[in-house]
């Protein structure tokens, strides 16, 4: 393998930090995080109330959408469930005029063919 030099750092020396500086960075970085904790409005400020208000408006709308669409949904199976329940119903009545007409169907021809027996009784 060939003898290669690394430097220790890519970055320029100007850039590198030593760790005191790492140290200042990140206690520099968690004193403006707790400043803009606390610069954040109390439950109280009006600003917060209103936003709050606002949020509550929007959550009461959608659940309103939400009932509505629930309701929607319901009728809409209701209504299928009305379709289906009456298309059963005139298939019923369907089989129940076929079967009527395939009764009185059969009752004309024995009435005929009873007819024609008594007329074959009589010719004799």
């Given at each position: ?17 030593n ?26 400020d ?22 509505e ?15 289906e ?9 369907a ?21 024609r027996?008594?007329?074959?009784k009589?010719?004799?």
């Amino acid at each position: 393998m060939p003898n290669v030099k690394h430097s220790p750092s890519t970055k320029p020396a100007h850039t590198r930090t030593n760790f005191d500086d790492r140290l200042s960075a990140a206690a520099a970085a968690k004193q403006a995080l707790l400043d803009r904790f606390r610069a954040r409005p109390g439950p109280d400020d009006p600003a917060e109330i209103a936003r709050q208000a606002a949020l509550k408006a929007i959550s009461d709308a959608r659940d309103v959408r939400n009932a509505e669409r629930k309701a929607a949904k319901e009728a809409e199976l209701a209504r299928l469930a009305a379709e289906e329940a009456a298309k059963r119903v005139q298939a019923q009545i369907a089989a129940a005029e076929a079967k009527a007409r395939a009764i009185a169907a059969e009752a004309e021809r024995k009435a005929l063919r009873d007819a024609r027996y008594a007329a074959r009784k009589a010719r004799k």
